[in-house]
């Protein structure tokens, strides 16, 4: 068996220690002589299982006590349309930042519940960068801001916390939790899909502030109301168990590898050294402006794009994988979450070396 680099932006590399660890206990877990599939979501192991990655997210993240952590099902997508339903309350408007694909498509689906005004927009400037705060027009009277901190495809991410002007702040932070410190108590409410940085697909993770729920638009199904999925310990329904069970796993693996803050130095070190491969050859090149390129994604362009599924093919060849950039963007990307080791990345840096040396 060999395992590759696994560039892919989603759903994207676990830890191995996580995969070899679900993988003693798929027959027996937790001595209950069961997969954690087969058992009662009801039962005291899996009530134990939510309550502690409840906790441990908790304090990875110095949670505040007035916030509710809800894990649900339908990925960040379904989060597009429940954060205005139970946000709007008795208003009519939102604000959205429109900094690439992931928030023109949160936009999209707002505008189905409620009038969008855009603080924002950089998409004349084909999402490489995001205009200064001074620059954008927030409308006060508005439910929310909403802003995605990490754009996954364009790799555009926030170096800071945007001031919504008094207003909630929202943010879609699917593709980067986990991967950095951040101050929760800025936040109205935070979401993400698990399958970037936290586990596998099946289960989002929203954290929100308990005054802000409880307020429905008419017509919003149970399963689509937070403050009902809050009072049932996020099992209104049977919960996506396995991908819970994942998520839990990848939290203590968080722990171990020394938490948010050691994680996020490791992320650092590992987008610096990338991104300046890049910037080092005429070669390779990143379109993003440098103050807000992501550490998480790192679409790069060959100067001929021809030579683009040469370079896949050679580095698949070389063990390395999912480094097509996204179909709506073509080019190349890396992704590299927090389960991408350095070691990772510099073997993708030799071999961008390598290859440059033989094509360039
Ligand atoms: C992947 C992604 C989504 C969509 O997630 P799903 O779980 O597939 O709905 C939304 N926002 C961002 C920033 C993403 O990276």
């Not at 001031?163 to 909630?168: A, C, I, T, V």
């Not at 935070?190 to 638009?217: E, M, P, S, W």
């Amino acid at each position: 068996m060999t395992r590759v680099y696994n560039f892919s932006a989603g759903p994207s590399a676990i830890a191995e220690s996580v995969l070899k660890q679900a993988q003693s206990e798929l027959l027996d877990w937790n001595g209950c002589g069961a997969s954690v599939m087969e058992i009662s979501h009801r039962s005291k192991a899996f009530i134990s299982l939510a309550e502690q990655s409840e906790q441990r997210l908790r304090s990875l993240l110095a949670i505040p006590e007035n916030y509710r952590v809800l894990f649900l099902q339908g990925g960040a997508t379904t989060q597009f349309a429940m954060i205005p339903m139970n946000l709007l309350a008795d208003k009519q408007r939102a604000v959205y930042c429109c900094t690439g694909a992931w928030s023109q498509k949160a936009i999209k689906e707002a505008e189905i519940y409620c009038d969008v005004t855009v603080a924002t927009d950089s998409q004349s400037d084909q999402y490489t960068g995001i205009a200064e705060q001074s620059n954008w027009t927030i409308d006060t009277q508005a439910a929310y801001l909403h802003y995605t901190d990490n754009e996954t495809i364009h790799g555009v991410e926030f170096g800071y916390i945007p001031d919504s002007k008094g207003l909630p702040l929202v943010s879609d932070m699917s593709s980067n939790l986990l991967s950095r410190p951040f101050d929760v108590s800025r936040f109205g409410l935070i979401y993400a899909g698990a399958q970037k940085n936290i586990g596998c697909a099946g289960i989002t993770v929203v954290i929100v502030r308990d005054d802000l729920i409880g307020n429905v638009i008419s017509g919003t199904p149970s399963m689509l109301d937070y403050s009902k999925h809050a009072k049932q310990g996020s099992m209104l329904n049977t919960p996506p168990s396995w991908s819970w069970y994942i998520l839990g796993l990848v939290l203590e693996w968080i722990e171990s590898q020394g938490g948010v803050n050691r994680l996020a130095e490791l992320n650092r070190e590992k987008a610096d050294k990338l991104y300046a491969a890049i910037d080092a050859s005429d070669f390779y090149r990143n379109p993003v402006h440098p103050d807000y390129r992501s550490r998480m994604n790192i679409p790069f362009l060959l100067a001929d794009s021809a030579l683009e599924p040469v370079f896949l093919k050679y580095a698949q060849e070389a063990g390395l994988e999912g480094l097509k950039g996204h179909r709506s963007v073509g080019g190349l990307r890396a992704s590299i979450y927090n389960a991408m080791p350095l070691s990772g990345v510099e073997r993708l840096i030799d071999l961008m070396n390598e290859f440059e040396r033989d094509h360039g």
